[in-house]
């Protein structure tokens, strides 16, 4: 993890970066504290792992329950948190021939037209379909940085501008545009979760077992 302090700039002006030399769950951890606080996932694993499965075979209310074994739309991760979790670190092995699929705000903004800011600073969404829900705000504000939120399977709009809001934006992060990670063994992904949107990239022929390992830190 040498040149880590140029690695968090550019984290900071790009809004993800890739490091080399994470080759297991323990220095996931290890880079993860570098940046803040780890903590869980909401079913209490510190690092999460994530395979393809079926939508037989995943849990009620999943993305996999939702979207089998084909693309995820881009997300923001842990919108049903009332703050969601400040960076997502990931890191892939296995068969690693599916991508995954990175775009920042700025530039889904830039796609769908920089009106929709006004709009989606204005909106207002329903968060948490598969817990308890609340009214939140897309835009995020912190004492620490602001940034944004958004998830087409965890957030209602529950007004006027979130509805054109999310009827511009769900058209662009279910269409799988973006920056395609390419996994290797050897690095990890840090994604800045309140900048950056996240999803899964489409399914390669004959698909072998695939892991993505994923630390929350705040």
Not at 167 to 181: F, P, Y
Request: aromatic share 6%.
């Amino acid at each position: 993890m040498k040149g880590l302090a140029s690695d968090l700039a550019e984290l900071a002006a790009r809004g993800w970066i890739r490091v080399q030399g994470i080759c297991s769950s323990a220095d996931l951890i290890e880079l993860g504290r570098t940046i803040g606080c780890p903590v869980p996932s909401p079913n209490g694993e510190m690092v999460k792992e994530i395979r393809v499965i079926s939508r037989a075979s995943a849990l009620p209310g999943s993305q996999s329950a939702l979207h089998g074994t084909g693309r995820f739309p881009l997300h923001t991760d842990t919108v049903f948190w009332p703050v969601p979790v400040r960076y997502v670190l990931l890191r892939g092995s296995g068969d690693t021939r599916r991508t995954t699929t990175v775009l920042t705000f700025d530039e889904l903004f830039a796609v769908c037209g920089r009106p929709i800011v006004t709009l989606a600073e204005k909106s207002v969404w329903l968060a948490g379909k598969n817990a308890k829900p609340f009214y939140c705000a897309m835009r995020l504000h912190h004492p620490e940085a602001t940034g944004w939120r958004y998830d087409i399977d965890n957030m209602c709009p529950e007004n006027a501008a979130a509805r054109e809001v999310d009827l511009a934006l769900r058209q662009v992060v279910q269409s799988g545009i973006g920056n395609e990670i390419h996994w290797s063994g050897d690095s990890a992904v840090i994604l800045s979760n309140w900048n950056v949107l996240h999803g899964r990239g489409p399914e390669p022929p004959s698909e072998g077992p695939r892991t993505i390992e994923r630390l929350y830190v705040r």
